[in-house]
């Protein structure tokens, strides 16, 4: 496994990789027994989560769909930043064009770090977008616009839902 001190670490921190690598991170203070105590402690995770990233990657070789590893920048990064600036322009002029379509009202849009999701649309038709979407391939990024564009009109994932997001993107399964 790979450790990394941190000066800003309050605790020790394990992250394992869809590769399957093993990273460590340690406040600076943190012995090496400390460390070590703390991985044999979550071994039995750490195997069980590289297996199921093994399995996955199986599962995605049969299925010839090809994940691609999105960059993370970290947070208040000029990269993050930057991306969150690329995101909003993205979102705003995609929306303007696609909702020419559609002609749907739909109020403010914010740009947001979401771990679990590409966008979403509240009950007041609010529309937020994860900021990774400036990372997506042009067709990705135009089904997210739409899929959450569409939510502003059906709430939820009806064939009335399907049906408006097929008017601009008809193979969108």
């Known amino acids: 496994y790979e450790v990394r001190e941190s000066v800003r670490a309050k605790r020790l921190g394990l992250v394992v990789h869809p590769d399957g690598r093993i990273v460590i991170t340690k406040p600076v203070r943190t012995s090496q027994k400390a460390m070590e105590a703390f991985v044999k402690k979550h071994a039995l995770w750490i195997v069980s989560t ?16 090809e994940l691609v590893a999105l960059p993370r920048p970290r947070k ?13 322009v993205l979102v705003t002029e995609r929306l303007e064009h696609l909702n020419q379509t559609y002609g749907f009202r739909y109020g403010t849009i914010s740009i947001r770090d979401q771990k679990t999701r590409w966008g979403s649309c509240s009950a007041a038709g609010n529309l937020s977008f994860n900021y990774r979407i400036v990372f997506l391939p042009t067709e990705l990024q135009d089904y997210v616009v739409v899929h959450e564009l569409c939510h502003t009109k059906e709430h939820n994932h009806s064939e009335k839902f399907w049906v408006q997001v097929g008017r601009t993107l008809p193979n969108h399964t």
């Open 50 to 65: 590289q297996e199921k990233f093994r399995r996955r990657l199986e599962r995605q070789k049969k299925s010839g769909i």
């Open 76 to 88: 208040g990064s000029a990269m993050y930043k930057e991306a969150r600036k690329a995101a909003r």
